[in-house]
């Protein structure tokens, strides 16, 4: 009876499992319908949480260092494999669900339907995985900051030695801390930057490089710090200093870490700041400079080196070669008195290099001999900066060619340390503080200023910076205002506190007597108290925090000459008493939250320099403030005012726009315009379009197929923005130009070169769909910037078949000689920048970016100078399609290339 009853049980069973596995299959078919609606809207939701993902992503990777987690990327991939497979599983639901019968619930071709809707319930197992593995706490992580950037550095004469026994010194585990002292301008700091460079071969974590100014704060430092290692995010500012050096001591003390600081005045408490003191436990260094053996002390530096100067051999190369070994054989005297006159310098580097500089042009042996009188009598002492110093630098200072350049050069310590200062700026500030020669025309001052700061630059008093900027040497501006905060010394009395962290304005009794004022690049707030200022020339207070300026602040200011606000983000206002600026020439309110120009502002009627660009909140200007500036030279409103379509803002447009038509003096003019009627009322006015520099349009109201812009100043247009004109097909620079280059019409062309737009360096075109080439830019053949964004149409740059077909033109017309920087962006259609190869001896940079059909460049393997200085950015997708004329051309710029992706995007 057992046996009969299992085997029954035994069949019970395997006709339950069958009987489950037809049950099983008829469900996947009769819930076909279900399952499919039920996989779409899952999909959609995926995709949903898909572009969530990707949104914080992005956002995340905003922030400095970040970068998307593997696991985010790899999910990303999976959704993208998964969506394609359900995109392709619902194509060809229609086919299944028409063999459907019995309300679905059967199919006429049962074994495929059941295939399918077992793959179909698959899938939605899969979404449904993939959705829950969607819920990311974080999307994003820190990366960590390369452990050594090298520093730039020219090349040393006479260190070699010295770095050799100071890296004996590094790799000593018995010493943390390691002071270089010396005087002003030895080289300590070159000494430190090769130290820093040789950590690049070490197994050191992470290097921090901070220049330590006399007025640096803690808080700064740790700032800085913060910044280099990671840790200032938003929440950064809100930590006290305590916080904050706890934040860096819990990272750094678990880190093999080399910190660098460069000229200490006095001891830094790196404890405090939250530096872990290096022991041989942490195997850690700090490695520091100063002028000062105690500071060392102070230090705690368990090794002390004195930078020397050099010895006399070394010392004398240098010499010769600053001076110039040419310019020694011009008489045979001067050899034996150009070592008396080097021997003077002591072997100091910067003294060698900045008295050299100045003898390369002395010819004659009696010049040679009061140099080396001067330099013999030089007996001043200078706190803080070694008892030969100052004197040595104050002797290329004696030996400027006028007061008018000493004057100018002193003005240039009114910046902030390591500041670089734009040259065209130098030109307005010393021509409206009346420091120039009389002229008859502005461009005549620039010359000259330009003149005044190449002698500077000739003798090292000032330094090349980058984009057309110069710098102070550290030392030669404590120099320079040794000499100016000291009336004794110098005409002017300098006031200057700059960079030092400053949450208040020095007391208003220390103005009395200053005739120029420079508080740039603190954190003042409000200026409370109304200094006495009768003799206030100069008053720089850009790159603050300003929010309230106290009333009646300029009452006593009547001779302020310049006066800059610039770069105070939350400046509403300007106080009530401005009125009484009545000597005002230069006025910066550019980068601030200025809301409205007071009407009191007309008193100021012998303005020669405006600057409100980019002041966003600017809603309106009073009825006739700008046509009462009859002096004014420079106005720079680009980017003024919101960027509006609203009527009465294009009414009041018209009206700034009229007014400026009797502003008979100017010369330099940036602006925008939105209307057409504008535009037109503006290129009938020669005046305006001639002394125009910097030219906004944009097109709200037009739907014009030509922009004319011929009849503008060809020789000072600097840089022409050109945004949202929907039906615009050319650009007009050359008014005889009909279209094409050919015959008579290319020689005339080729003529007319020389009256073209020369001055145009920089040109961008946006969102203009209709625009399909901008082959008139032959006629701008200095453009060092072009760049093209959003244009449907655009097919090429510059089209080869409207110069008459023959590439040959090139030569004629100087094609994008001088060409830096091109950035192309979101041209569905361009197939060309040119239709043959270029030489782009200054070429830079290229950016291109969802331009699929761009095929081909116009470069091969001698253009941008064989690629060496070249940075090629794209997708990588669109560079594995480029095509190339040769191997050779692949070869030379593929060391350029970079990938593209969002960082890189949001960088430029």
């Not at 002193?410 to 130098?426: N, R, T």
């Not at 022409?720 to 130009?737: F, H």
């Not at 946006?766 to 097919?795: G, H, W």
Request: glycine share 6%.
């Amino acid at each position: 009876m057992g046996n009969i009853f299992s085997v029954n049980s035994s069949c019970d069973a395997t006709a339950s499992r069958f009987l489950g596995s037809i049950f099983r299959r008829a469900a996947y078919v009769g819930k076909l319908e279900i399952n499919l609606r039920h996989l779409k809207t899952s999909l959609e939701e995926l995709k949903c949480l898909q572009n969530d993902v990707k949104r914080r992503v992005a956002v995340a990777e905003q922030q400095p260092h970040m970068k998307q987690l593997d696991q985010v990327q790899n999910w990303i991939s999976r959704v993208n494999s998964l969506e394609a497979r359900v995109r392709e599983a619902v194509d060809s639901s229609s086919q299944q669900t028409e063999s459907l019968c019995c309300g679905g619930y059967c199919s006429k071709s049962y074994m495929s339907s059941y295939k399918y809707g077992t793959k179909v319930a698959k899938l939605l197992v899969e979404v449904a995985d993939l959705k829950s593995k969607g819920l990311f706490p974080e999307v994003a992580e820190k990366l960590p900051q390369p452990i050594i950037n090298e520093r730039p550095l020219e090349p040393t004469v006479g260190l070699d030695s010295l770095l050799d026994k100071v890296w004996s010194h590094v790799e000593d585990v018995e010493v943390g801390v390691l002071g270089l002292y010396g005087m002003g301008g030895v080289g300590k700091t070159t000494l430190l930057t090769q130290i820093h460079n040789k950590f690049q071969h070490t197994d050191f974590d992470v290097a921090i490089w901070i220049v330590v100014s006399k007025d640096l704060r803690v808080e700064a430092i740790q700032n800085r710090i913060g910044e280099k290692i990671g840790l200032r995010d938003p929440t950064w500012e809100l930590k006290d200093p305590d916080e904050k050096a706890d934040a860096i001591s819990s990272l750094l003390s678990r880190k093999k870490f080399v910190l660098f600081l460069d000229d200490l005045w006095e001891r830094v408490d790196i404890t405090k700041i939250g530096v872990p003191f290096p022991d041989q436990h942490n195997k850690s260094k700090v490695i520091f400079t100063t002028r000062s053996e105690d500071v060392c002390g102070f230090m705690g530096a368990q090794q002390k080196i004195l930078v020397e100067c050099l010895p006399w051999d070394k010392a004398w190369d240098l010499f010769q070669e600053k001076t110039g070994r040419d310019a020694l054989q011009i008489h045979a005297d001067i050899p034996k008195l150009a070592e008396a006159v080097a021997a003077e310098c002591g072997g100091l580097p910067l003294a060698l290099t900045t008295v050299g500089r100045v003898m390369s042009t002395k010819k004659t042996p009696q010049e040679w001999n009061h140099a080396i009188r001067v330099l013999k009598k030089a007996s001043f002492e200078f706190s803080g900066m070694g008892d030969q110093v100052f004197p040595l630098l104050k002797f290329s200072y004696d030996n400027f060619p006028s007061d008018k350049v000493r004057a100018c050069f002193l003005y240039c310590a009114l910046f902030s340390e390591d500041y670089d200062i734009p040259k065209d700026d130098l030109v307005w500030y010393w021509m409206c503080e009346n420091m120039l020669d009389e002229h008859s025309h502005p461009e005549e001052a620039r010359d000259e200023s330009y003149h005044i700061i190449g002698t500077l630059l000739n003798v090292c008093m000032l330094e090349e910076g980058k984009d057309g900027c110069v710098k102070m040497h550290d030392v030669v501006r404590d120099m320079a205002l040794w000499l100016a905060c000291d009336p004794k010394k110098a005409d002017d009395s300098f006031l200057v506190h700059t960079g030092a962290d400053l949450i208040e304005a020095p007391i208003a009794r220390k103005w009395k007597n200053s005739k120029r004022v420079s508080l740039m690049a603190n954190h003042i707030k409000e200026l409370v108290e109304t200094p006495n200022s009768p003799y206030l020339l100069t008053l720089f207070l850009r790159r603050n925090h300003l929010q309230k300026i106290a009333t009646g602040f300029f009452n006593s200011m009547s001779n302020l000459l310049v006066l800059d606000l610039s770069s105070n983000k939350d400046l509403a206002q300007l106080p009530v008493g401005v009125s009484s600026l009545v000597s005002l020439h230069h006025l910066n309110l550019s980068n601030t939250g200025i809301k409205e120009l007071p009407t009191e502002l007309k008193c100021l009627e012998r303005l020669e320099y405006l600057n409100f660009e980019n002041t966003p909140n600017l809603y309106s200007l009073p009825p006739t403030l700008i046509s009462s500036f009859r002096m004014l030279k420079v106005l720079r409103m680009v980017h003024s005012g919101p960027d509006s379509e609203d009527q009465n803002h294009f009414d009041d447009e018209k009206a700034m726009v009229k007014e400026l038509h009797g502003l008979k003096h100017l010369d330099y003019l940036t602006l925008d315009i939105r209307s057409t009627s504008c535009f037109q009322n503006f290129i009938s006015c020669k005046l305006l379009s001639c002394c125009t520099r910097l030219l906004y349009l944009l097109g709200y109201d037009n739907h014009s197929s030509s922009l004319d812009i011929s009849s503008m100043g060809k020789k000072h247009l600097e840089q022409l923005n050109i945004r949202g004109y929907p039906n615009l097909e050319d650009v007009v620079l050359d008014i005889d130009w009909a279209g094409g280059l050919a015959g008579n019409n290319l020689r005339n062309a080729i003529m007319r070169i020389h009256n073209c737009f020369h001055g145009l360096q920089m040109i961008m075109i946006q969102y203009c769909d209709n625009l399909k080439d901008l082959t008139q830019l032959c006629f701008a053949p200095n453009l060092i910037s072009v760049y093209v964004l959003c244009c449907s149409r655009m097919e090429t740059i510059i089209d080869i078949k409207k110069l008459g077909g023959d590439a040959n033109v090139r030569k004629e017309f100087n094609l994008f000689a001088k060409m830096g920087h091109l950035d192309v962006r979101w041209l569905p259609a361009l197939k060309s920048i040119y239709g043959a190869t270029l030489p782009f001896p200054c070429l830079s940079y290229i950016n291109v970016d969802g331009c699929p059909e761009l095929k081909k460049l116009p470069l091969d393997s001698s253009s941008a100078q064989g690629g060496t200085n070249l940075t090629l950015r794209g997708e990588q997708d669109w560079w594995d399609g480029l095509q190339w004329d040769d191997q050779l051309a692949l070869d030379t710029f593929r060391p350029s290339y970079i990938c593209w992706n969002v960082d890189q995007y949001l960088q430029t």
